[in-house]
């Protein structure tokens, strides 16, 4: 957990929220003995490290379900030369 001081070069910006996210807001940021901007200062961090560390799929993991669909049988189709005589001809 990050400890939160006053610094005057933060900015401060106004939030909407309705009654029943701020009562509890309060009650958590009561029970942390803490402000409400520490809290939200905090429960933002948490989430932009949460959405930054998402990373797009892979290939693989967009293809996934066409991998390896149809087996030959044949274990080293791809990595043996005889397999591959007369490909692309």
């Given at each position: 957990?990050?400890?939160w001081y ?20 309060d009650a ?62």
């Amino acid at each position: 957990m990050r400890v939160w001081y006053y610094l005057p070069f933060m900015t401060t910006i106004s939030l909407k929220v309705p009654d029943e996210l701020l009562a509890r807001m309060d009650a958590v940021a009561s029970a942390k003995r803490t402000s409400r901007s520490a809290l939200l200062r905090e429960a933002l961090e948490e989430k932009l490290e949460v959405v930054a560390s998402k990373s797009a799929p892979s290939l693989y993991d967009r293809s996934a379900d066409l991998c390896g669909k149809d087996h030959s049988g044949v274990g080293d189709l791809a990595s043996n030369p005889k397999h591959l005589e007369g490909f692309g001809s």
